[in-house]
């Protein structure tokens, strides 16, 4: 895969990141997931690799659809403020993905670049999830992991990446939906999808 295309891959996630606005960072999310897609149509070369890539196309505009479907049922009356702010948690997810690449050995992967690329987004999930208080951008986070899995997949030499793809779209896409779930009932309860209102609930 040329080394652009991955750190493009890598801006957008660092994008969902830091940006304040729940629909722009659904964009990139869904425009990181087209990518994707784009990618392993690119790379097929067989029936089966083309499924994999229609498999990814289904879950980026499915997950779009669900994303901009919880935005609009779940209008804030005022925006959720993050506990750090976006400098900051752009310097916590690029720092963390420094970390992680100094740290991880070689995955095996076509090349480093795309190494690189899958540990910062593997990163910058992690570091939405932990800084964002927004449950919107916490399910944007699992997304952002996935998106890096599946980069991984795409990336495994000499290997036919169906099954690997089918698994990592299924398997975090279930958990998301749930999340998704939980999210709409935390908004219905607290009338907020700020996951600081749940320190209030006592036994």
């Known amino acids: 895969m040329n080394g652009a295309v991955i750190w493009t891959l890598v801006a957008m996630g660092l994008v969902v990141v830091t940006v304040r606005r729940r629909s722009m960072a659904v964009g990139f999310l869904t425009a990181q997931a087209l990518v994707l897609v784009g990618v392993a149509l690119h790379q097929a070369t067989s029936g089966a690799d083309v499924v994999a890539a229609v498999v990814l196309a289904a879950r980026a505009i499915a997950l779009a659809a669900l994303f901009y479907t919880l935005v609009a049922r779940t209008r804030e009356s005022r925006p959720v403020r993050a506990s750090v702010a976006p400098l900051a948690r752009a310097g916590a997810a690029v720092t963390l993905a420094l970390v992680l690449t100094w740290l991880v050995p070689t995955i095996g992967l076509a090349s480093r670049n795309a190494e690189r690329g899958v540990i910062a987004l593997v990163a910058f999930g992690m570091v939405a999830v932990a800084v964002r208080r927004a449950t919107l951008f916490q399910i944007m986070g699992v997304v952002l992991v996935e998106n890096g899995l599946a980069l991984a997949a795409l990336e495994l030499p000499g290997v036919s990446s169906l099954a690997i793809e089918i698994g990592v779209a299924l398997d975090l896409t ?25 320190r209030t609930l006592r036994d």
């Open 174 to 198: 279930l958990v998301v939906l749930v999340a998704a779930v939980f999210h709409e009932r935390i908004f219905a309860e607290f009338g907020s999808g700020d996951s600081a209102a749940l």
